[in-house]
């Protein structure tokens, strides 16, 4: 059974740091392409960033880059976001996602929150 | 605000059939046949529902179809079951390795 499962969500304050992780298991990580996708509190989801399968190509979108960095570790099923100067419009779930190689999302974990506030 | 336009809200009785629209631009939904849908369930990670406009993932009943014409795509609900009701998204992708999403509709089975 595919499962992917977040952590590292908290609260942090505006300017601050956060690092996201996402255990993989139940498939060959090493050969899906890995997104971050977060939901806005009343405002829908939101696209963030995409790694290729052995991490060698990175996209983000232009609300994050620079500021967001996805990566990953093959060897340990794990994809990670380092999130930099967090901002309150920030604040939202963080999901881990499975590109389908279809430019769809075919599975994705159950979420981690992250709050900025002060 | 969200790239893609959805409905707040639609609602059926059980065994009616609803649709959810989703606008877009002709440079994603339009464009591209890379349309899909979401289902979000609370406390449950989300699950998709239709790729690609109009393929069903294996486990998804044949209740659920999807179609696009010029910038916007529907997901179209036949047989609605209680278990039907949920937020639903679409997304589509939109060149450069760029996707968006829309803000989210929920279907309430009354």
């Known amino acids: 059974e595919v499962q992917l499962v977040e952590s590292g969500g908290a609260a942090v304050q505006p300017g601050g740091s956060l690092r996201l992780s996402c255990v993989a298991s139940?498939?060959?990580?090493?050969?899906?392409?890995m997104h971050w996708v977060r939901q806005l509190p009343g405002k829908g989801l939101e696209w963030l960033s995409v790694?290729?399968?052995?991490?060698?190509?990175?996209f983000s979108a232009d609300s994050v880059k620079g500021r967001f960095t996805i990566s990953r570790d093959n060897s340990k099923h794990s994809l990670y976001l380092v999130m930099n100067t967090v901002r309150s419009e920030d604040t939202a779930f963080y999901y881990c996602?499975?590109?389908?190689?279809?430019?769809?999302?075919?599975?994705w974990g159950r979420g981690t929150l992250v709050t900025v506030s002060s | 605000q969200s790239a893609l336009t959805q409905p707040r809200s639609v609602s059926g009785s059980p065994g009616q059939s609803v649709t959810i629209s989703c606008a877009g631009t002709s440079s994603d939904v339009g464009q591209y046949k890379y349309v899909s849908w979401y289902q979000f369930l609370p406390g449950k990670a989300p699950r998709l529902s239709i790729y690609d406009v109009n393929k069903r993932p294996s486990g998804v009943p044949d209740r659920f179809s999807g179609s696009k014409s010029g910038n916007t795509a529907s997901l179209h609900i036949s047989g609605l079951q209680t278990e039907d009701e949920a937020d639903y998204y679409c997304s589509s992708y939109a060149g450069g390795f760029n996707w968006v999403f829309g803000g989210g509709t929920k279907l309430t089975v009354l």
């Open positions: 996602v499975r590109d389908n190689t279809d430019w769809s999302f075919d599975y």
């Open positions: 790694i290729s399968r052995d991490g060698s190509s990175t």
């Open positions: 139940g498939f060959n990580f090493g050969d899906y392409n």
